[in-house]
Nanobody, 133 residues
Framework: QLQLVESGGGLVQPGGSLRLSCTAS??????????VGWFRQAPGKEREPVSC?????????????EYGDSVKGRFTISRDNTQNTVYLQMNSLKTEDTAVYYC???????????????????WGQGTQVTVSS
């Protein structure tokens, strides 16, 4: 069973930055064999897809990289397979970004479909991001 742990959340002022990490353990397969997505959920709102990255981390035939419309140009997803870790760099943060952020991993569903499918057999417990002045 793949286990995921998110970290890096905290309190930041509008316009600030945070980098979230999603680190995997507990599986015979390394995280490099999974598509990994970031999702967030704010109180009273539905879960929102944020970003997704393919096994290689490159755009193209392996599923590529995807971003939600609300974070394009501000957030950047990346991965370091040697560390079993996927990152979400969040810049120019807005109060609307306040939420619990979760990562999820799926070995089969490509990032092209991560917003529309039952993505994620494994989920972390989330890390709180609060953007406030």
């Amino acid at each position: 069973q793949l286990q995921l742990v998110e970290s890096g959340g905290g309190l930041v002022q509008p316009g600030g930055s945070l980098r979230l990490s999603c680190t995997a353990s507990g599986s015979t397969l390394a995280l490099e064999h999974y598509f990994v997505g970031w999702f967030r959920q704010a109180p009273g709102k539905e879960r929102e897809p944020v970003s997704c990255i393919s096994s290689s981390g490159n755009e193209g035939s392996d599923g590529g990289i995807e971003y939600g419309d609300s974070v394009k140009g501000r957030f950047t997803i990346s991965r370091d397979n040697t560390q079993n870790t996927v990152y979400l760099q969040m810049n120019s943060l807005k109060t609307e970004d306040t939420a619990v952020y979760y990562c999820a991993a799926d070995p089969l569903i490509a990032c092209r479909w991560y917003k529309e499918s039952h993505f994620g057999g494994s989920w972390g417990q989330g890390t709180q991001v609060t953007v406030s002045s």
